[in-house]
């Protein structure tokens, strides 16, 4: 099993529960400052590591132990990981994500402002330290109830073997945006030849696409499957909110702690090809339910922008055949 800890940084209360959890630090004492600068990532990460799922250890009985800092987004990017091993066949069996963030004290959360927000480590990491150790007794109770949930997992049948994820031999595409409701449902659409490439769309075909439009805050994170393509690579729309910097780490790292080689992820943005229209359409629609106003604005920055849409499926397309290089590095471009 892989278990999960996560908080905002993957830097304090989950590398301290971890760290509990792996028998790396007392809990019938006071954690002292040596206690905790001497385990791994304690408040060492930078904004550059949220997202990214980071091993801390493996434990007396054999489980995997994780940090991930996800910052104020705990349900979106549990919704990620699960979303995304669901994807490649792994059994949702082998990930227990356990949320560290309420054990964090006000003591806590101003040191490690200062320590990694500031970056005055000199500074904040004494505060953050102090307010670590009287977070302890609370992060036991928590590294408990994770280690009774590993322990009261489903047993799995005699002879049954388990996950092999990445089996499959073609890579699994994914458009993502802010709400997987507009720009990826229409890019996933010219990818699979649902919308014409040679014309720009009538408003009529693009509103008929299943999901355009329809999808709501509480499926944010989840991949959406589009269908497969003439190639036999799987087409997802995902919807990352605010957090497409670190939660596309995320994704990576699921695959990353599987075993899954990068290769089976082509992950592209579909957002930034689309204009202000389109947002502030999506706001009115699917963030206020004001649809009548806000899904015709969507349209008209679709549609004006469906050239720059039909040439990122063309070449995502492209790519995930292996006849052409990622784009910009895999997360798309702007205009």
């Given at each position: ?48 590591d949220h997202g990214r799922i980071r091993l801390m250890g493996v434990d007396p009985d054999g489980h995997q132990v994780y940090v991930l800092g996800r910052r104020f987004m705990p349900v979106i990017a549990e919704r990620v990981v699960r979303g995304v091993a669901e994807v490649y066949g792994i059994d949702p069996d082998e990930i227990l994500l ?172 579909s957002l930034v090809h689309v204009g202000a229209w389109t947002k502030a359409g999506g706001v009115l629609s699917r963030r206020m339910g004001l649809i009548r106003l806000g899904r015709p604005l969507t349209l008209l920055g679709v549609r004006r922008n469906y050239a720059h849409l039909a040439a990122l499926a063309r070449r995502t397309r492209a ?17």
């Open positions: 099993m892989k278990i999960i800890y996560h908080c905002y940084g993957g830097a304090h209360s989950s590398v301290t529960a971890a760290a509990i959890h792996l028998g790396l630090i007392p809990t019938d004492r006071l954690a002292t400052a040596a206690d905790l600068e001497g385990l791994p990532f304690y408040d060492r990460m930078v904004r550059a356990v949320n560290a963030l309420s054990s964090v004290n006000l003591t806590m959360k101003l040191g490690g402002f200062v320590s990694r927000g500031m970056l005055l480590p000199s500074f904040g990491r004494p505060v953050v330290e102090r307010g670590t150790a009287g977070a302890v007794r609370r992060l036991v109770e928590i590294v408990e109830a994770a280690r009774h949930r590993a322990a009261m997992r489903p047993p799995r049948p005699a002879g049954m073997k388990r996950s092999r994820p990445g089996g499959a031999d073609r890579p699994k595409v994914f458009y993502h945006c802010f709400g997987s409701a507009h720009s990826s449902i229409v890019a996933a659409a010219l990818h699979l030849g649902m919308l014409p490439e040679d014309r720009v769309a009538e408003a009529g075909e693009i509103v008929a696409l299943t999901f355009y439009d329809r999808i709501d805050r509480n499926e944010l994170g989840t991949p959406v499957f589009m269908g497969r393509d003439a190639g036999g690579c799987e087409v997802y729309a995902i919807g990352l909110a605010g957090g497409k910097d670190f939660l596309t780490r995320t994704m990576r790292s699921v695959l990353e702690i599987f075993g899954i080689p990068a290769e089976a992820m082509v992950l592209h943005d790519e995930a055949w292996g006849f052409g290089p990622p784009l910009d590095g895999g997360d798309g471009g702007g205009q």
